[in-house]
């Protein structure tokens, strides 16, 4: 009896912690206050969160040979794909040339940025999956994991497709196929 009373316990703790971590922090009202922009979709709440249609979390990252920093959030000159993976992570090596091809294929209007879980990983099996995979779009490090946690992601891979606004169009958990890509860029790109 005791041991499922624990176990219960346990549930509600787990579903109070997913519930808290996925609200936004403020109430409907407040965010009313706060302030909204107009985008494509109507209307958009000032305050950044990784959900779709919201504004893109600001971030700044460094690339995986530590000699540039990339920037998220706000306004671009293009699209935006941001693509959080690890080098351990099965799934991401096997979206990892879908990725190719989608970035090859639309670069002149999309940039794409693979933001590693370098919390989670060792930079160096980072480096060489990057190498592996024959990947060219920039690589970021998140040592910290201050990205990922601005994004909430807890599995990968995740990606954002982020517009030229600055506002998230699409939420992917997971891998998805190549022809739902291209539906979710021509509505991103083309607009």
């Not at 912690?17 to 109430?27: E, L, N, Q, R, Y």
């Not at 407040?30 to 969160?49: F, M, Q, R």
């Not at 690339?63 to 992570?89: P, Q």
């Not at 994991?145 to 990968?156: E, H, M, R, T």
């Amino acid at each position: 009896m005791k041991k499922n009373i624990a176990i219960l316990v346990l549930v509600f703790v787990a579903v109070g912690a997913v519930w808290f971590w996925d609200s936004p922090g403020k109430k409907p009202e407040e965010e009313t206050k706060a302030g909204v922009a107009v985008g494509l979709a109507g209307d958009i709440p000032s305050a950044p969160s990784p959900k779709a249609n919201r504004y893109a979390p600001p971030f700044s990252l460094a690339s995986l040979d530590g000699t540039t920093s990339y920037e998220v959030g706000g306004k671009r000159d293009k699209a935006l794909i941001v693509n959080f993976w690890a080098a351990w992570c099965g799934p991401c090596e096997v979206e990892a040339p879908d990725l190719k091809d989608i970035y090859e294929k639309h670069k002149d209007k999309l940039d794409l940025y693979a933001v590693n879980a370098t919390n989670f990983d060792k930079l160096r099996e980072a480096k060489d999956f990057v190498k592996e995979q024959e990947i060219v779009f920039p690589v970021l490090t998140d040592a910290k994991g201050i990205a990922g946690d601005l994004y909430k992601v807890s599995a990968y891979p995740v990606s954002f497709i982020i517009d030229r606004n600055g506002v998230i169009r699409h939420r992917i958990e997971g891998v998805i196929e190549r022809e739902q890509w291209e539906l979710y860029l021509q509505e991103v790109i083309n607009s």
